[in-house]
Nanobody, 115 residues
Framework: QVQLVESGGGLVQPGGSLRLSCAASGSIFRLTTMGWYRQAPGKERELVARITRSGSTNYTDSVKGRFTISRDNAKNTVYLQMNSLKPEDTAVYYC?????????WGQGTQVTVSS
């Protein structure tokens, strides 16, 4: 069964850092653009960053310069390094292909930025 499993979330103070991981079961993900998404309470899910199979990246404006998406195709893993975290980054973070497919949404990982 092909699935994505997110990890690495937690509670961090403003200005802190976290590194999220997305482990994909199935080599098909090596061939696709992957994305990190987030959903804050009361808000719609949004694309935060995406990375093509060749490594080209795009970010939503609110995280540019603070977040870095990367991938290790040999490990079928996508990462999201988050620095200079702000309270408004608080959300459940998910990975999926980009554009997303409903069949690949996992449980996500909670990121809470609070003092």
């Amino acid at each position: 069964q092909v699935q994505l499993v997110e990890s690495g979330g937690g509670l961090v103070q403003p200005g802190g850092s976290l590194r999220l991981s997305c482990a994909a079961s199935g080599s098909i993900f090596r061939l696709t653009t992957m994305g990190w998404y987030r959903q804050a309470p009361g808000k719609e899910r949004e694309l935060v960053a995406r990375i093509t199979r060749s490594g080209s990246t795009n970010y939503t404006d609110s995280v540019k310069g603070r977040f870095t998406i990367s991938r290790d195709n040999a490990k079928n893993t996508v990462y999201l390094q988050m620095n200079s975290l702000k309270p408004e980054d608080t959300a459940v973070y998910y990975c999926n292909i980009a554009p997303p497919s409903s069949i690949f949404w996992g449980q996500g990982t909670q990121v809470t930025v609070s003092s």
